[in-house]
């Protein structure tokens, strides 16, 4: 059990990268980026490749970077300059990735398990602990949070979130919002990128499917990290999404341990959670208004039983 969760921990942070990719796109630009399931796996297959032939892990994971920012860059101009529909965008760059990366790894799945040069093995041999891995991912999100945090607070950065909130009025203020898109584009893919190619070393392989499904990931960490530690602030949110690709992994840990579930049912369960973290906003709120109508019922009852004696009390009193 223990093992199980420390390996939830670790998948949780790396795809707490790919979530603050997709809260880029999703919350900030208010576009849904479709790229993600492609750029994903374009991540691990571009270091996986570099990898076996004897690249630093470092440096094929910053060549991974690369890349998605680059297909990012793709989506926003097919949107920008194509004039394009954003969500048909993403489609569109998302199946022409999937051929893109199978050309990138020349065959379906490659394997890293054998490379000393991975990652994972690289971590455990400069930090001689089990919890080397947790302990360099914990760092590496931490430095990408702090980053983001500053970069959306610079004039670009306030550009960009004000081109999701209200493209109309930034363009009247002579922001060219097609190079926010775009820009915003590229940083949310590069970050998924960078998540796919820990995410592969950490797995031991690269797989053309590994993608599938990533975007809803990364939606229902979005959502699970603003629903349970809310969004007070901008350090807060991102925390929140943070923590919410933790807490993601850690339910999905523990669902598959139920008997009957097994580990082909983790798209159904990851489903189920997206459901739920939806939904559960809405009902917490409904409750909340029913609980303070029935507190002002009570308190207007009582009120009014009060005003009742009182009148009592005085007729008493007058006879």
Request: charged fraction near 15%; charge should be positive; include cysteine.
């Amino acid at each position: 059990m223990a093992y199980a969760l420390q390996g939830a921990v670790e998948s949780g942070l790396i795809f707490a990268i790919m979530a603050i990719g997709v809260y880029l796109t999703f919350r900030i630009l208010a576009f849904p980026d479709l790229t993600v399931d492609s750029s994903f796996t374009t991540g691990g297959a571009i270091a996986s490749v570099l990898i076996i032939n004897g690249t630093n892990p470092v440096l094929a994971s910053l060549a991974a970077l690369g890349a998605g920012m680059l297909a990012g860059m793709c989506t926003g101009l097919i949107h920008t300059k194509g004039k394009i529909n954003n969500l048909l965008s993403g489609i569109i760059m998302m199946i022409a990735l999937y051929s893109i990366n199978l050309r990138i790894m020349g065959r379906p799945n490659i394997p890293l398990l054998g490379e000393e040069g991975n990652l994972v093995t690289w971590m455990k041999n400069m930090l001689p602990t089990p919890f080397s891995f947790i302990l360099t991912m914990a760092v590496v999100v931490l430095l990408i949070k702090v980053f983001i945090d500053w970069f959306l607070k610079t004039e670009i950065g306030l550009a960009l979130r004000a081109t999701g909130d209200n493209p109309r009025m930034i363009r009247s203020l002579g922001v060219h919002t097609d190079q926010t898109i775009i820009l915003g584009l590229s940083l949310s893919n590069g970050l998924v990128a960078l998540s796919g190619a820990f995410f592969a070393q950490f797995q031991g392989s690269s797989d053309a499917a590994m993608g599938i499904g990533m975007i809803v990931i990364g939606l229902a960490s979005v959502i699970i990290g603003e629903s349970l530690f809310g969004t007070r602030s901008l350090f807060w949110t991102t925390a929140a999404v943070i923590g919410g690709a933790i807490v993601y992994r850690l339910v999905v840990a523990m669902a598959l341990r139920i008997p009957g579930f097994e580990a082909s049912d983790l798209r159904l369960i990851t489903a189920i959670i997206v459901i739920i973290a939806l939904t559960a906003p809405l009902y917490t709120e409904r409750f909340k208004k029913r609980r303070i109508s029935a507190k002002k019922t009570a308190a207007s009852k009582a009120s009014g039983l009060a005003t009742a004696d009182s009148h009592h009390l005085n007729k008493e009193e007058g006879a």
